[in-house]
């Protein structure tokens, strides 16, 4: 109550400070706030947003869509996790596209959405995500805001530093947060230091095809690899992981890899990685690993079986991988528009440190080393530092660039974003965040051009931010301006599942090739219904295919006998609307699936193993017109052995 | 009470500032004068033969078959849904449609029914009558044309008592 009366009183405040026409913040015990952020968020009915933004959903799995600077949330992505809303993961249709080689994994953590690129700026083409628990990357096309690819990584576990793209998405990067052996053995865990490894693996995109293919991996010393990043620009050939646990700790991480003063950056040259790789220095290992495709005719996702891998060794390719001591278990690692700086998240350090891409060439050059770890080159920390920011604040995380020669780095411990300038390396300016900013967005912030205006804090505690609901509260993410010298807090406003990273692009690069249907004439699912007329049920043995359709608002056929106990049905449901927004759904009663929404267009099937002879009701789960209620049918289930004929129909019996 | 309290601190900032908030309004149907008689704003020509890309009468000829048969492969793959040519379904029976409407009619309100059900007279009050919009199912001008040439057909023919 208090709450709302203060709520009150800075609105009505505002309202007197605007008419005065000052500028004047309003002090609370929460935040700053001044005159006219609600105007600054506020996308009025019937017009759009000017950026869509992609969070991650972390332990869901899945990828949020929202609106800039509104907030507002579109639509949530499926993605690794199954999602009984429209039967993605349970559908027969989508299961393959969540197969491994540990069989069917229903869940994942999904940390980091990255937009593919054009000449190093997101072109509206794909979103990428990785998998961190089972390791995966999984593509999305952004003309149906569906899921149509997920590849495996083998030799891998928590793929954390993952899926940073190059500038032209040449490839896209994946590497082990946890070292394991490789291949993977019965080894006791004290022998880490002998038989743990890591990998960076690089995942090649075909131009043509647009499909993904493991090109090659890396073996690396048994660090845990981080975050990631491609160079652009001069810096173009170049990828960048951060390592932490160089001491390679096996056990009390918390402390015992939190000693070494340095940890690495660890600079690989892609390009001359594949001309290795086309030279024949890569060894074929044998792994088995899942590549799962969505046929977007078919309607229907494709498990492939992968059996080998071609693997590279540093020692065998000289120039291909070199360690940039940074201070300290360094988490992001981000090149700046110019692709020169490099510049590294010490979340234990007191600075933010700051490579230099050309001095890393000099110092290589002049063969300015400091030891080596299994054939990688250490390059001396002077010869590559640019600049330290001094006392940034504390735990910095990652950092995203404006374009004007800002940059904004995230500081989990002190819960603040500051701003800092490149090439000075001086703190310009800071603001808190509530609370435990972990990444933070700005649109374009990693690519060559950002279109900077925002930045969106990503915080990992809300605590009193919202109405409480219970022990588990929402994530809370923050729109901040940045198109002054001052950056200003806009609007606090809820996401699902815990955002590890986001990605922020404009509207009107999208919304043009946004899909509104599958057209019916090009659906080419083998058990498609393609009209009424086709509308039919089959018996083969215990498996019956019912061939179904579904319009406002009716199924056909829509009564249906002869179904026994222990027959396995296959509800195979054509949408046949072609108009923009009318998904259908189905389900039935007792069915130990999910339901299945089918979009305009489509065809997907639902599995149902009736139990219990008797009369089953299954109807339109997705309100489509005046009659929705009347779009309903029946099934009749009959004992095994009883001889009740296969019979369907919609309208009259005498079909 | 919260609400009315920001909108008045929008209101009065827009005042201020002189800078709309959330950018152009787009003049949509809700915003046009709905007080108007249904029809009143459309043309002759709208009346008599619907609204949408047909905006002119049609230069038939004879019935060709081929597009009779396209027409046909079409009408069974997007109408029959709701369309018997003989009985009313969820929608009205067609075999006679060619007879109650004109051709320009007829495709007008395949190619641009959510117009026609706002705006047309005739559309509203089938909408009323039968509580079931027609669906758009995304013909092209020449699939249009395609099923007017089946209707053409099947009106010269004897109805049947059996769905077809």
């Known amino acids: 109550?208090?709450?709302?009366?203060?709520?009150?009183?800075?609105?009505?405040?505002?309202?007197?400070?605007?008419?005065?026409?000052?500028?004047?913040?309003?002090?609370?015990?929460?935040?700053?706030?001044?005159?006219?952020?609600?105007?600054?968020?506020?996308?009025?009915?019937?017009?759009?947003?000017?950026?869509?933004?992609?969070?991650?959903?972390?332990?869901?799995?899945?990828?949020?869509?929202?609106?800039?600077?509104?907030?507002?949330?579109?639509?949530?992505?499926?993605?690794?996790?199954?999602?009984?809303?429209?039967?993605?993961?349970?559908s027969e249709e989508t299961r393959p596209m969540l197969m491994t080689s540990y069989g069917f994994v229903p869940?994942?953590?999904?940390?980091?959405?990255?937009?593919?690129?054009?000449?190093?700026?997101?072109?509206?083409?794909?979103?990428?995500?990785?998998?961190?628990?089972?390791?995966?990357?999984?593509?999305?096309?952004?003309k149906t805001f569906e899921t149509t690819e997920i590849i495996e990584i083998p030799n891998s576990a928590g793929n954390h530093a993952s899926p940073f793209v190059t500038e032209n998405t040449e490839y896209i990067v994946a590497s082990t947060r946890f070292s394991v052996p490789v291949p993977n053995a019965d080894v006791p865990i004290s022998s880490y230091k002998e038989n743990f490894k890591g990998t960076i693996s690089f995942i090649a995109l075909d131009p043509k095809t647009e499909k993904m293919n493991l090109a090659f991996q890396i073996i690396v010393p048994g660090f845990n690899y981080d975050l990631a990043h491609a160079g652009k620009g001069p810096s173009k050939d170049w990828a960048f992981f951060t390592s932490y646990n160089t001491e390679q700790a096996n056990t009390l991480l918390e402390i015992n890899a939190s000693k070494n003063d340095k940890d690495f950056v660890a600079a690989v040259n892609w390009r001359l990685a594949e001309k290795y790789v086309k030279e024949g220095k890569a060894k074929k290992m044998s792994a088995e690993y899942y590549h799962n495709i969505y046929d977007e005719k078919k309607h229907m996702a494709v498990s492939e079986v992968k059996k080998e891998v071609l693997v590279l060794d540093p020692k065998d390719c000289p120039g291909m991988i070199y360690y940039l001591p940074t201070p300290k278990s360094p988490h992001g690692v981000d090149v700046?528009?110019?692709?020169?700086?490099?510049?590294?998240?010490?979340?234990?350090?007191?600075?933010?440190?700051?490579?230099?891409?050309?001095?890393?060439?000099?110092?290589?050059?002049?063969?300015?080393?400091?030891?080596?770890?299994?054939g990688i080159p250490i390059l001396k920390y002077e010869a590559v530092v640019a600049g330290e920011v001094q006392n940034p604040g504390l735990g910095p995380l990652h950092t995203e660039f404006d374009g004007k020669g800002y940059a904004y780095?995230?500081?989990?411990?002190?819960?603040?974003?500051?701003?800092?300038?490149?090439?000075?390396?001086?703190?310009?300016?800071?603001?808190?965040?509530?609370?435990?900013?972990?990444?933070?967005?700005?649109?374009?912030?990693?690519?060559?051009k950002p279109w900077g205006k925002y930045v969106v804090a990503l915080n990992k505690i809300t605590k009193d931010r919202y109405l409480p609901t219970g022990p588990e509260l929402t994530q809370s993410a923050q729109l901040i301006d940045i198109s002054g010298e001052k950056m200003r807090l806009l609007l606090d406003f809820p996401t699902v599942g815990e955002p590890h990273y986001a990605q922020a692009i404009p509207a009107e690069i999208l919304m043009k090739n946004s899909a509104k249907i599958y057209k019916i004439e090009e659906n080419n699912h083998p058990y498609k219904a393609n009209g009424e007329k086709e509308a039919k049920v089959e018996r083969k043995g215990n498996d019956v295919h019912v061939y179904m359709t579904a319009i406002r608002s009716h199924f056909a056929p829509d009564n249906i006998e002869g179904i026994k106990v222990g027959d396995n049905v296959y509800f195979h449901v054509t949408n046949l609307e072609q108009d923009w927004d009318i998904p259908h759904g189905f389900t039935i009663k007792g069915s130990n699936n999910a339901e299945i929404l089918i979009m305009p267009g489509q065809t997907k099937t639902l599995l149902w193993k009736p139990t219990k002879p008797g009369i089953y009701p299954f109807y339109c789960t997705d309100f489509c017109s005046a009659l929705h209620q009347e779009m309903q049918g029946y099934v009749r289930v009959s004992p095994a052995n009883s001889n009740v004929a296969l019979s369907y129909y919609t309208g009259s019996s005498s079909k | 009470m919260k609400s009315k309290i920001l909108?008045?601190?929008?209101?009065?900032?827009?005042?201020?500032?002189?800078?709309?908030?959330?950018?152009?309004?787009?003049?949509?149907?809700e915003t046009q004068n709905q007080t108007a008689q249904v029809g009143a704003d459309l043309t002759e020509?709208?009346?008599?033969?619907?609204?949408?890309?047909?905006?002119?009468?049609?230069?038939?000829?004879?019935?060709?078959?081929?597009?009779?048969?396209?027409?046909?492969?079409?009408?069974?793959?997007?109408?029959?849904?709701?369309?018997?040519?003989?009985?009313?379904y969820v929608g009205p029976a067609q075999r006679d449609v060619i007879k109650r409407r004109t051709p320009e009619f007829i495709m007008n309100m395949i190619l641009n029914p959510e117009e026609m059900e706002k705006r047309h007279p005739v559309t509203k009050q089938l909408v009323a009558e039968y509580l079931t919009v027609m669906t758009?199912?995304?013909?092209?001008?020449?699939?249009?044309?395609?099923?007017?040439?089946?209707?053409?057909?099947?009106?010269?023919e004897t109805p049947t008592n059996k769905n077809k």
């Open chain 1, 1 to 90: 109550m208090q709450n709302i009366n203060s709520n009150k009183l800075i609105l009505i405040s505002l309202i007197i400070l605007s008419f005065i026409g000052i500028y004047l913040g309003c002090k609370s015990s929460k935040d700053v706030v001044s005159g006219d952020v609600a105007q600054a968020v506020y996308v009025a009915p019937g017009t759009y947003d000017e950026f869509y933004l992609f969070t991650s959903g972390g332990f869901n799995g899945q990828v949020g869509v929202y609106g800039l600077p509104s907030g507002r949330h579109f639509k949530t992505i499926s993605v690794f996790s199954q999602n009984p809303e429209t039967g993605y993961g349970y």
């Open chain 1, 107 to 142: 869940w994942d953590d999904a940390h980091h959405p990255e937009l593919s690129m054009t000449d190093g700026v997101p072109d509206g083409r794909f979103l990428f995500i990785n998998a961190n628990n089972t390791p995966r990357v999984a593509k999305i096309d952004l």
């Open chain 1, 336 to 374: 700046d528009p110019t692709g020169e700086y490099i510049v590294a998240g010490g979340k234990l350090a007191t600075v933010i440190p700051v490579h230099s891409f050309s001095k890393m060439l000099k110092a290589i050059e002049e063969k300015q080393f400091d030891g080596e770890v299994n």
């Open chain 1, 409 to 448: 780095t995230s500081c989990f411990v002190s819960s603040e974003i500051v701003k800092w300038k490149l090439g000075t390396w001086e703190v310009v300016d800071r603001i808190p965040t509530y609370y435990s900013i972990g990444h933070l967005c700005i649109p374009g912030g990693d690519s060559k």
């Open chain 2, 7 to 29: 909108l008045l601190t929008i209101l009065v900032s827009s005042l201020i500032f002189l800078s709309s908030c959330g950018g152009e309004k787009k003049e949509t149907p």
């Open chain 2, 45 to 88: 020509f709208e009346l008599e033969n619907g609204i949408g890309p047909v905006k002119e009468k049609l230069e038939l000829g004879p019935i060709d078959p081929k597009l009779v048969k396209r027409g046909e492969e079409i009408w069974n793959q997007k109408c029959v849904a709701c369309h018997k040519l003989d009985e009313r």
């Open chain 2, 136 to 156: 758009n199912q995304n013909l092209t001008m020449e699939d249009a044309r395609a099923v007017l040439e089946f209707f053409r057909k099947v009106a010269e």
